[in-house]
Each structure stands twice: as structure tokens, then as C-alpha cells.
T-cell receptor, first 111, second 111 residues
Framework: QKEVEQNSGPLSVPEGAIASLNCTYSDRVSQSFFWYRQYSGKSPELIMSIYSNGDKEDGRFTAQLNKASQYVSLLIRDSQPSDSATYLCAVSRFGNEKLTFGTGTRLTIIP | DTAVSQTPKYLVTQMGNDKSIKCEQNLGHDTMYWYKQDSKKFLKIMFSYNNKELIINETVPNRFSPKSPDKAHLNLHINSLELGDSAVYFC??????????FGPGTRLTVL
């Protein structure tokens, strides 16, 4: 079982719709959860971090965490073509600097 | 600009050569990292330094040697380069146990 699992996609979503990206993790002592966006040929860019169960909203982005189900998701509302990228889920233990990444989900927003 | 910077951006070299990649951050962070992103885009940690002290050393060949002269700089030296070392190498930095921010990457091609 991979430590952090994501559907590789591609996930195609019409412009203006909600894009839903999912991630599951295997390490029960994971405490910190991150979503990074990576455009082709560019570096990962942090877009959301979440540490507690529930929802965290930032603009068009909402991260959702359920530690009991070992599940974290990212919702992108009003999807724009500029949201087309690979989204990486990353997880770390409390007090441990190591980030473990999923393989990423490639998202395409269709105009 | 406050950022994580890396040099060089591209590195093309022959098998068996030795090369170095440099990283600098002016964000005031005390932890720096090296990640490797392979051809399948999987991002995996290699090393981490906190205040010049090595705190993460994943299973990486001894040919890879990181050095941190101070907490704003982290270099990566690679001896006897092999074809399989071809990848994009990202430097990142964070406050202790904080969100990690990535540099632009160094694309290494070994011929």
C-alpha cells in the first residue's frame, strides 16, 4: 500500500464547475496535510495546509480533513482554465520535517 | 524578492562526472530540504538540514552528499553521476515543522 494515494487522473472538469481532488494516507499518526499545485515544468506551489478535522476555506479552495477515515480532499470552486495543473497531496507527522507526497492528480479545466 | 533560489537551472553532463547544485533561501527559515522528482513526476525527499544539522537522510546512494554552510544555504554534491540520476532536484525551506516552500528546481540530465 502506498503511503499517500491519489488518483492520477486526468480529471477533466468544465470551466465554472467544482473540481474535487482526493487523497488517502496510511500513516495514522500523520498530523499535517498539504496541497501543492504544480504546473508543467515548474516547482510545487503550496496552496493549502490543514491540521484539524473539518473544512478550511481560502478563496476558491476548500481543504477537507477526516483523520478517522485517513482522508483529505481539495475542492476548487468556479474552476478556471488557469487551475489546470497537477495537484500533489503531502502528509507529515507531528514534529517530523519529512513530507511524503502522493503521485499527484492531473486536473484539466475545459473552457 | 524573498524566495528559495537554486543554481543552475539546467545541468547536462556525462556519466561519471561530479557536479554540484546550490540552494539559497532568504525567508529566514531554519530548515532546508532536497527533493528528487523522477520522470514519473514522483517527488521524494532526500535530505533535510535544520540549522546546519542533518536531520533527515533517506535511503540515498553515498554518491550524494549534502552540505549546509549556514542555515540559509544548502548544497548538493553528486559524485560519479549515473544515468538514473537524471531528474529534477528541488530545494525547499521551512520554519521548523512548518509549511515548505520550493525553489524553481534544477533539471539534471546525465548522458
Amino acid at each position: 500500500q502506498k503511503e499517500v494515494e491519489q488518483n492520477s487522473g486526468p480529471l477533466s472538469v468544465p470551466e465554472g464547475a467544482i473540481a474535487s481532488l482526493n487523497c488517502t494516507y496510511s500513516d495514522r499518526v500523520s498530523q499535517s496535510f498539504f496541497w501543492y499545485r504544480q504546473y508543467s515544468g515548474k516547482s510545487p506551489e503550496l496552496i493549502m495546509s490543514i491540521y484539524s478535522n473539518g473544512d478550511k476555506e481560502d478563496g476558491r479552495f476548500t481543504a477537507q480533513l477526516n483523520k478517522a477515515s485517513q482522508y483529505v480532499s481539495l475542492l476548487i470552486r468556479d474552476s478556471q482554465p488557469s487551475d489546470s495543473a497537477t495537484y500533489l497531496c503531502a502528509v507529515s507527522r507531528f514534529g517530523n520535517e519529512k513530507l511524503t507526497f502522493g503521485t499527484g492528480t492531473r486536473l484539466t479545466i475545459i473552457p | 524578492d524573498t524566495a528559495v533560489s537554486q543554481t543552475p537551472k539546467y545541468l547536462v553532463t556525462q556519466m561519471g562526472n561530479d557536479k554540484s547544485i546550490k540552494c539559497e533561501q532568504n525567508l529566514g527559515h531554519d530548515t532546508m530540504y532536497w527533493y528528487k522528482q523522477d520522470s514519473k513526476k514522483f517527488l521524494k525527499i532526500m535530505f533535510s538540514y535544520n540549522n546546519k544539522e542533518l536531520i533527515i537522510n533517506e535511503t540515498v546512494p553515498n554518491r550524494f552528499s549534502p552540505k549546509s554552510p549556514d542555515k540559509a544555504h544548502l548544497n548538493l554534491h553528486i559524485n560519479s553521476l549515473e544515468l538514473g540520476d537524471s531528474a529534477v532536484y528541488f530545494c525547499a525551506s521551512s520554519r521548523t515543522s512548518g509549511e515548505q516552500f520550493f525553489g524553481p528546481g534544477t533539471r539534471l540530465t546525465v548522458l
